[in-house]
């Protein structure tokens, strides 16, 4: 089980996964907004969408957590 996690505070643009989606290493999940820049977030590892805890437009911490693979 994975949980990816914020590298940085700003505020989630997009997400690009569902629950139950397949997802691969490296595969761009999410895109973050900080200080004007967009940040991909990427997948550590393989897995299945298990929980999206984040929504789009939400503002979040580094290190909250935003998905969990299983």
């Known amino acids: 089980m ?3 996690t914020s590298t940085m505070a700003g505020t989630i643009l997009q997400i690009n996964v569902s ?10 999940i999410a895109l973050l ?6 940040i991909p977030v990427e997948s550590p590892g ?3 969408v298990k ?3 984040v929504a789009e437009a939400d503002f979040v911490n580094e290190g ?3 998905i969990i693979l299983e």
């Open 46 to 48: 393989r897995g299945i």
């Open 2 to 4: 994975y949980q990816i």
């Open 33 to 38: 907004e900080s200080m004007k820049m967009e």
């Open 64 to 66: 909250d957590v935003l």
């Open 19 to 28: 629950v139950g989606d397949q997802v691969e290493i490296n595969q761009e």
């Open 51 to 53: 929980e999206i805890k």
